[in-house]
Nanobody
């Protein structure tokens, strides 16, 4: 069982930066692939980024590639999403999620709101 708590959201102007954090409970954090997803008002939840359990593999949605960076610190049981050059279309509730490798994401946080003003 993994419990996830996101933080770091807020209001930022276009072109600005934010860093989201996701703190995980449990001693097996290092065994999980971790991901970030987002959901904008009236839209379905979409994939943003993922990092493998080992940290040596990352993948990004085309819409954030080159602007966002996912990382993890297993000593702190935390995964991060550094978001730079933010755009109004990045406005959404951001969720982190955990998955046993090769399985679907089945642990989710409560989400943190990111609002980018133009």
């Amino acid at each position: 069982q993994v419990q996830l708590v996101e933080s770091g959201g807020g209001l930022v102007q276009a072109g600005g930066s934010l860093r989201l954090s996701c703190a995980a409970s449990g001693r097996t954090f290092s065994r999980y692939d971790m991901g970030w997803f987002r959901q904008a008002p009236g839209k379905e939840r979409e994939f943003v980024a993922t990092i493998s359990w080992s940290g040596d593999s990352t993948r990004y949605a085309d819409s954030v590639k080159g602007r966002f960076t996912i990382s993890r610190d297993d000593a702190k049981n935390t995964v991060y999403l550094q978001m730079n050059s933010l755009k109004p279309e990045d406005t959404a509730v951001y969720y982190c999620a955990a998955a046993i490798p090769t399985f679907s994401y089945n642990y989710w946080g409560q989400g943190t709101q990111v609002t980018v003003s133009s």
